[in-house]
């Protein structure tokens, strides 16, 4: 008995080996497209992709990382490793500065400060006019500064008496009588003895010209 | 007790206070540099600024009386920072705010450590065209990523004039970047 070929024929119904994907579902599921469907959808996604990140996306919501999304958006750049190398140069500042903080301030040596220096020139200033006054008034003849044994030694006595206070008189009369007599006589005593020693080594005939006449009083007296 | 709370606690501790200042650092050196680098443009601006501003807080943290959070007051010297270190290097010579804005692009573009392409250069002259509020709000909001509580401490200013400024100078943006 010869086998039904139509039976088998009918067991293939689904074909093997239809690669075209599109050409199976046309034969089997009667599904169709339009001509250059893919082509042009492509097309279409890639528009409608491009529409969506041009109208109210260029500014996404999602961010990456802040110094990615300011290199994304703003074209900035930092330097490979700023960051760690920023920190410590901070840190090192601040070191830095918290030591010369710490470092005792410069102490200007008392006789250095500038107000020093203003007042020892004022003070020099002043002693200097000081002295110039002192000397000024010193030289003055102040008769109060005039002791009793000066105006004794006076020659003209009864006019110096006339500047003597009477309470200090009897202390003035002493110190006349004192220089007077004493001093006075004191002092041509030692010029005797000086004109003796002399004529021991002058001649007898110079001796007359050099006595003279107050001498032979004080001798005769 | 929060972490800034417990920071804080130990930078005013003088003991232990320098391994406290070195944890802080950890935490917010990458945030104020980039603060400060979108006010002074150049890297090496902001790492003059960054480290003056790191200085006056270990400087200052005693005095700390928080009237506001840690993060705001180092956000507000950071801020200080940058203005003076624009204001001791600012250029007389100009005749015009608009020589003024270019010049200041001419710099960043000119960096070392710039490497935008047109799209980042468009942007950038976008966010320099805002005034000064919407650049600071933009800028806090977007890049620095600080929540509108955060930005309304910072600029005293209101939660709803910061958000109505911000979604504005995002508008402005997504229409400029297309032309």
Redesign the interface.
Known sequence: MKKNTSIKSDKKFLKKGISDVTQLHKEYLGTDIPADYFENSKLSILNKINSET???K??KEE?SD??K???N???????EDY?KK??S???N??KE?ALVEQKPKKQLVFYLRPQFKFIAAAAILFLLTLSIWLQNSESKNNFDDITIEELALEDDVLIKSLLVEDSDLDEFTDATLFNEVVVKAEIKEQKMDDLILNSLILEDSLLDNYMDKELVETIIL | MSKEAELLEKLQNPALKDIAFSELLDVYQERLYWHIRKIVQTHENADDVLQNTFIRVYKSINNFQEKSSLHTWMYRIAYNESMRFLEKNKKKSYDNIDDVKSSKLEVLFEDEYFNGDEIQKKLHKIIDSFTEKQKRVFHLKYFDDLSFRQISELLEVSESTLKSTYYTAVKIIEKKILE
Do not use: R
């Open positions: 041009s109208t109210g260029f500014l961010k802040i110094t999304h300011h290199k958006y703003l074209g900035k750049e930092i330097p960051f920023s920190k140069s901070i840190l500042a601040i500065d």
